[in-house]
Each structure stands twice: as structure tokens, then as C-alpha cells.
């Protein structure tokens, strides 16, 4: 299992015990004080660990403290307006084709390779991430560490990053979830679910495979633009230098046009210019593809 599919599902499962714990604390009448003798004395009640952690094992998994007031702290935060500002424009400029799922300024353009400064950010990240956690005694939560390495990756083909910047995405992406209202919808129904989840490991395979997924075919076509046919792309790198190169247009200046539009066009506007571009350039060209 991958790191993301390890910390995605651990991160779960903490917080849905952290607000399991939380609730069932809440709906219980406290018993403390309650004597039929009155008393002017106040009660002092001691919760040993071992009490805390069967709490935290009521949501399904053995919450370490310090995970757990990381959780805590992290639904409680509140945000700086200018995050929250930042976060709203990119949930009005990403919906439909990028999808509100995505917090990125620039939707779409995942692993494209990074300029050698955010390297050298993402290897530093990594490196805090396996030194907290040789060092903590009862479990580290990882999960701040895997979201500065995503921001990283995500925004680091663009322009030099710092630590800050790299936490800044991943504040306007935590704003960004917390100002998402809950969906009206019905729940999906078993069934539905599946065939969701199926479609979405569909999609990842025909990636894993080096192929243009159906669902970018099917955008494509609706928006009448030309698609390389010959594009094969090794995983992991980003099907987008396949797409490039089956275009006629180099790694390089692929980038370059990508990094410009980016300083243009946010959310869906970003990245159907970056199509546009792709497309017009494979109908030049007529089908040449680039050979270097």
C-alpha cells in the first residue's frame, strides 16, 4: 500500500475517532457529583490512559494522544481572512471539469517535474517527517508532513517554493473543505458507490498504463478540440509531457507556456487554456510529433 492510501486511511479513522469520542462524551449525562448524600465538596475525576485510549478505540483504531490534539487543534483552528478569501475564489474558479476537490490554482496538471529548489524543499520535508517520527515514543501523526509534501508536488513545477509557501496551499486547502457546504444529494446507494469507485480505478489502471484516461477523450471531444492519438506516457510521469510531445511541442516549452498561462487563468479557465494550447499546436502541426 502506497503512502498516500496508508495516510489517507489512517488520517480517516483518527478523526472520525477523535469526533466519535467526542460525541459520545457529550450525549452521556456525567455521573460526577451525583451522590444521593449532598455535598459542598467538589469531585475531582482522574481519567487514567488506559481509559483514554478504550475512548479512542470506540471510533475503531487507538488514537496516540498527541495525534489526537493535533486532530483537535486542527478542527478548531480559524483561519486568517486573506486563506479564507483565497480558498472561496478558488471554490468559485474550480468547480465542473477541475472539480471542487481540487485546491490547486492551477487544477489538473499533476506530476509534472519540479524546478530543482522545490526538490530540494520536498527531500527536506521527508527528512522532518522520518526524524519526528524516530523520535516520538507513542506514534506520530504524519499527516501534516504528507499535506506539505502533496502541496509541494502539486504547485513546485511552477515557481520557487518556501516552507511557508508550501504550508499556505495546504491552509487554503484545509479553508477550502471547511467552506464546502455539505452536499444536498441523497447518499449513493451501495451499488452506486461501487460503480463510482470503479470508474475511479478505471481511470487510475488506464494512467498505471500510460494511457489517456476516457474521461479527458470525453472532455476533449465535447469541447471540440484535437487529441494526440499516439499519446503514451510511462507512469508515473505526467500524462500532459506525453501529450506535449505527441503535439510537437517540447518538454521545455511545454513548461514554459504552462508557467505563463498560470500567471493568466486560475481553476477551469487554467486549464482548459492549457488544452487549448496542446490542441491547436497538434492541428499545426498536422500530427508531427516532437523526436528530442
Known amino acids: 500500500?502506497?503512502?498516500?492510501?496508508?495516510?489517507?486511511?489512517?488520517?480517516?479513522?483518527?478523526?472520525?475517532?477523535?469526533?466519535?469520542?467526542?460525541?459520545?462524551?457529550?450525549?452521556?449525562?456525567?455521573?460526577?457529583?451525583?451522590?444521593?448524600?449532598?455535598?459542598?465538596?467538589?469531585?475531582?475525576?482522574?481519567?487514567?490512559?488506559?481509559?483514554?485510549?478504550?475512548?479512542?478505540?470506540?471510533?475503531?483504531?487507538?488514537?496516540?494522544?498527541?495525534?489526537?490534539?493535533?486532530?483537535?487543534?486542527?478542527?478548531?483552528?480559524?483561519?486568517?481572512?486573506?486563506?479564507?478569501?483565497?480558498?472561496?475564489?478558488?471554490?468559485?474558479?474550480?468547480?465542473g471539469i477541475s472539480g471542487n476537490s481540487s485546491s490547486s490554482a492551477t487544477p489538473g496538471l499533476g506530476n509534472l517535474p519540479l524546478l530543482p529548489e522545490n526538490e530540494a524543499l520536498l527531500k527536506q520535508i521527508k527528512q522532518e517527517m522520518h526524524a519526528a517520527h524516530a523520535a516520538s515514543t507513542e506514534g506520530t501523526d504524519i499527516t501534516p508532513y504528507f499535506r506539505l509534501i502533496m502541496a509541494v508536488q502539486s504547485e513546485g513545477w511552477k515557481s520557487p517554493m518556501t516552507m511557508e509557501d508550501a504550508q499556505r496551499e495546504v491552509d487554503i486547502s484545509q479553508a477550502m473543505a471547511r467552506l464546502t457546504p455539505a452536499s444536498s444529494a441523497a447518499p449513493l446507494s451501495e451499488a452506486e458507490q461501487w460503480q463510482k469507485d470503479k470508474a475511479t480505478m478505471a481511470q487510475f489502471e488506464q494512467e498505471r498504463a500510460g494511457k489517456i484516461p476516457d474521461q479527458w477523450k470525453q472532455r476533449w471531444q465535447e469541447a471540440k478540440l484535437s487529441m494526440p492519438e499516439t499519446t503514451s506516457?510511462?507512469?508515473?510521469?505526467?500524462?500532459?509531457?506525453?501529450?506535449?510531445?505527441?503535439?510537437?511541442?517540447?518538454?521545455?516549452?511545454?513548461?514554459?507556456?504552462?508557467?505563463?498561462?498560470?500567471?493568466?487563468?486560475?481553476?477551469?479557465?487554467?486549464?482548459?487554456?492549457?488544452?487549448?494550447?496542446?490542441?491547436?499546436r497538434y492541428s499545426a502541426s498536422s500530427g508531427k510529433t516532437q523526436t528530442s
Not at 245 to 272: P, V
Open 233 to 280: 506516457t510511462p507512469f508515473p510521469q505526467s500524462i500532459w509531457l506525453g501529450l506535449a510531445k505527441s503535439a510537437g511541442i517540447s518538454e521545455d516549452e511545454f513548461l514554459g507556456k504552462a508557467r505563463e498561462l498560470a500567471g493568466k487563468y486560475s481553476g477551469n479557465s487554467f486549464l482548459q487554456a492549457v488544452e487549448s494550447f496542446v490542441s491547436e
Open 1 to 95: 500500500m502506497s503512502i498516500t492510501a496508508i495516510t489517507s486511511f489512517y488520517a480517516a479513522n483518527a478523526a472520525s475517532a477523535v469526533r466519535s469520542t467526542s460525541a459520545s462524551a457529550a450525549s452521556k449525562p456525567s455521573t460526577a457529583g451525583t451522590s444521593s448524600a449532598p455535598t459542598s465538596e467538589s469531585t475531582t475525576v482522574h481519567i487514567s490512559n488506559e481509559a483514554r485510549q478504550a475512548a479512542a478505540r470506540e471510533g475503531g483504531i487507538a488514537i496516540p494522544e498527541s495525534v489526537r490534539q493535533s486532530i483537535l487543534a486542527e478542527q478548531n483552528r480559524v483561519f486568517p481572512q486573506d486563506i479564507l478569501d483565497e480558498a472561496q475564489a478558488r471554490l468559485q474558479a474550480n468547480p
